[in-house]
């Protein structure tokens, strides 16, 4: 039999690398692509495909990384004809790795060294993530152990990142920048002991609807402060009070403008006549049952009459002091032990008065006077200035007879107002602007702005004066009209320069002949 050759290039078969891998083992040794299968068909040795991401199948809970290219080329590299079985598949640089994704709603266990972090939370609402990918997780999808939350300042949104350590992790681990940590929120109606306020303010509890998150604040008015037994609010306390929730779950008072709350001691009232009894002057206060002790506060309770027909003369407003003792307004009376009487003539009731204060604020017979003057750095509006035909801070309202004949208690007085602000300014000749408010107002608010602007021809000598504000002392600026001057134009400034000079000329050729003389 005769031998066949085929010289240099000789047919070979060599073992084609099999359709749809499904085990890195139908790879060569040294490349570790990570996958359950890639979708590809059958290829022959040195034949190359183009995988698309898409047909790249991870088992469950894994997937390729975020930033995963798009494709990869996957050659068959069969070894040789000695291959026996299958050729060996090749991704070069860039092979198909699926990494563990980071789970759906994860606890702070799936994170990254959660004290290094310093995060703290329940549970996230959110989608599992590939490795690399970042959600942006919204602060209202944090959900806090059970009286715990957010701070109130924490941000809108926080980034979360999926970064999975190795291809071959059972779970990939997040990681944050800005991480959400859930603190102990201040509770709902909270007792004194978890209120921080000063000793001995007599606070036993506030009435607060809902948990706060820490750092948050909320005005508690002084209705919603339960004072301790034989405590309460005076009547007198500015409200509200501006409460912060701090560490530890505990409420702070932010001593904002009305300070904080404190609670005073009540008064025993004041035992009953046969003629006149005692009641507060505010109707929403005076219970069916009267309490056994008064809130302390000013001029708060007012003695009546308790037979029709009949009207009380003398003081009427009653007082509660810190002191615990309860006594009648008497300013004005020769005799501050004078108690009231009910009669049946036509008195008057105090008018209302705003920004001042009334010589007596009993009640008054037909024809007495009340004398009201304004408290110091207040004034009466210009209109009312006008009809008094006086600038000072005084006046007398006269007590007439009610114009009800059914009542012998006059209480509408006409109502007695001043203002706290700025008089005009006078003495500058110019325009003021704005003009003066002349009714419900000072002339000038505090904070409104003046302008003060020169006739034609004139303009201020400190230009820095022409606009200031009226200021809480009563004064605009410095209280002191600004002053104008007339303007220099160029020419006037060039031709006194000029006249100067001549001078200046002429005195040397005076005192040159004087000299050579």
């Known amino acids: 039999m005769g031998l066949l050759s085929c010289g240099a290039s000789c047919p070979v078969c060599y073992a084609k690398c099999p359709a749809n891998p499904d085990s890195a083992d139908k790879f060569v040794s040294d490349e570790e692509p990570v996958f359950k299968?890639?979708?590809?068909?059958?290829?022959?040795?040195?034949q190359a495909v183009t995988l698309a991401a898409d047909k790249v199948t991870c088992k469950d809970g894994y997937d390729l990384a975020a930033d995963a290219p798009e494709s990869y080329t996957i050659t068959c590299s069969a070894a040789g004809a000695g291959d026996p079985d299958m050729g060996l598949l090749s991704c070069g640089a860039q092979c198909p790795v699926c990494f563990a994704m980071c789970p759906e709603n994860p606890s702070t266990e799936k994170f990254q060294t959660a004290i290094e972090l310093d995060i703290l939370f329940d549970q996230l609402t959110m989608p599992p993530l590939k490795k690399g990918a970042t959600h942006t997780l919204s602060k209202e999808n944090v959900n806090c152990a059970e009286n715990m939350g957010l701070p109130a300042d924490a941000p809108a949104s926080f980034q979360i990142t999926c970064g999975a350590a190795a291809a071959d992790s059972d779970s990939g681990l997040l990681n944050c920048s800005t991480c959400p940590k859930c603190f102990a929120q201040c509770l709902a109606n909270p007792t004194a002991d978890k209120v921080v306020l000063a000793e001995g303010?007599?606070?036993?509890s506030l009435k607060i609807a809902e948990n706060m998150d820490l750092r948050g604040s909320i005005d508690v008015s002084k209705d919603d402060i339960e004072c301790q037994d034989n405590y309460a609010m005076s009547a007198?306390?500015?409200?509200?009070?501006t409460f912060r929730c701090g560490d530890g779950g505990k409420f702070t008072c932010a001593d904002g403008v009305n300070g904080c709350p404190k609670c005073e001691g009540t008064c025993e009232w004041l035992t009953a006549t046969e003629e006149y009894d005692f009641r507060y002057v505010d109707e929403s206060k005076r219970e069916a049952d009267r309490a056994e002790h008064a809130i302390p506060g000013t001029n708060h309770v007012e003695a009546y009459c308790k037979e029709d027909g009949t009207s009380l003369l003398g003081p009427r407003f009653v007082s509660c002091l810190k002191d615990n003792s309860m006594?009648?307004?008497?300013?004005?009376?020769?005799?501050?032990?004078?108690k009231p009487q009910c009669q049946d003539q036509p008195v008057c009731e105090a008018p209302v008065t705003v920004g001042g204060s009334l010589q007596k604020t009993g009640n008054l017979p037909v024809g007495e006077v009340y004398?009201?003057?304004?408290s110091e750095g207040y004034m009466f509006d210009l209109d009312t200035q006008e009809k008094l035909k006086s600038a000072e801070p005084t006046v007398e309202i006269p007590c007439v007879k009610p114009t009800e004949n059914e009542t012998l208690v006059n209480n509408k007085l006409p109502e007695a107002k001043c203002y706290s602000g700025c008089k005009q300014t006078e003495g500058f000749d110019g325009t003021i602007s704005p003009p003066v408010k002349k009714s419900g107002s000072a002339p000038y608010s505090v904070d409104d702005d003046v302008t003060f602007t020169c006739k034609d021809g004139f303009e201020l000598k400190t230009p820095?004066?022409?606009?200031?504000k009226c200021k809480a002392d009563g004064k605009i600026g410095t209280g002191v009209a600004p002053m104008c001057v007339k303007k220099v134009t160029p020419t006037e400034e060039t031709g006194?320069?000029?006249?100067?000079?001549?001078?200046s000329l002429l005195a040397l050729i005076l005192w040159r002949l004087l000299f050579w003389s």
Do not use: H, M, N, W
């Open 37 to 46: 299968q890639l979708e590809i068909a059958e290829l022959k040795k040195g």
């Open 201 to 204: 303010s007599g606070v036993k």
């Open 236 to 241: 007198d306390a500015k409200t509200p009070y």
């Open 327 to 338: 006594v009648f307004d008497t300013t004005g009376y020769a005799d501050d032990t004078v």
């Open 371 to 374: 004398t009201f003057t304004c």
């Open 464 to 468: 820095s004066e022409g606009t200031q």
């Open 496 to 503: 006194s320069a000029d006249r100067l000079a001549v001078s």
